[in-house]
């Protein structure tokens, strides 16, 4: 089995907006095709935002990752935050999840990026062991939201 990373495109928009649609109603968030295509075209475009791989194993993809770019006093500076992180169902379990892991720090600690961030469900035992055994640690804080533009 072999996994590696493609990065995405505009030519992969498609295969993008199929697991996009999976990977939101796997975690019930709310789905809008017209947004989200307007949202993936403007990170695929500028890569100031962030960066969007197809995960793929021997060649054919089985999820996406996507990592956006910002900016922390508290992290020390350039940090990031895996956005989106899918792999489809008969996927998981199998260390796709692990090698994505690593390679997200892979290419932060390429981009000079000093902390990673990602949000998880409460309810997700196993995505958040995962992430544990990955390095990541709850710091004790609630990530909160509100929205600017509805």
């Known amino acids: 089995m072999e996994i ?14 199929q697991f ?22 403007g990170i695929l475009k500028d890569g100031s935002l962030g960066r969007v791989w197809l995960i793929q194993q021997d060649n054919q993809a089985v999820g996406y990752i996507v990592l956006t770019f910002g900016y922390s006093l508290e992290y020390r500076g350039r940090d990031a935050m895996i956005d989106e992180f899918y792999i489809r169902e008969t996927y998981r379990g199998q260390g ?19 902390a990673v961030h990602l949000e998880v469900e409460r309810e997700n035992q196993k995505a958040q062991n995962l992430y544990r055994q990955a390095g990541f ?4 804080r609630y990530f909160l939201t509100k929205w600017i533009i509805p």
């Not at 493609?6 to 907006?17: C, G, N, Q, V, Y």
């Not at 796709?96 to 000093?114: A, M, S």
């Open 4 to 17: 590696n990373f493609k990065f995405a495109d505009s030519s992969d928009t498609e295969t993008l907006i």
């Open 20 to 41: 996009i649609q999976e990977f939101y109603e796997y975690e019930g968030l709310k789905y809008d095709e017209t947004i989200i295509r307007a949202a993936l075209a």
């Open 96 to 114: 796709v999840g692990k090698k994505t892991i690593q390679f997200i720090e892979n290419v932060c600690q390429d981009l000079g990026i000093q």
């Open 137 to 140: 640690t709850d710091k004790n």
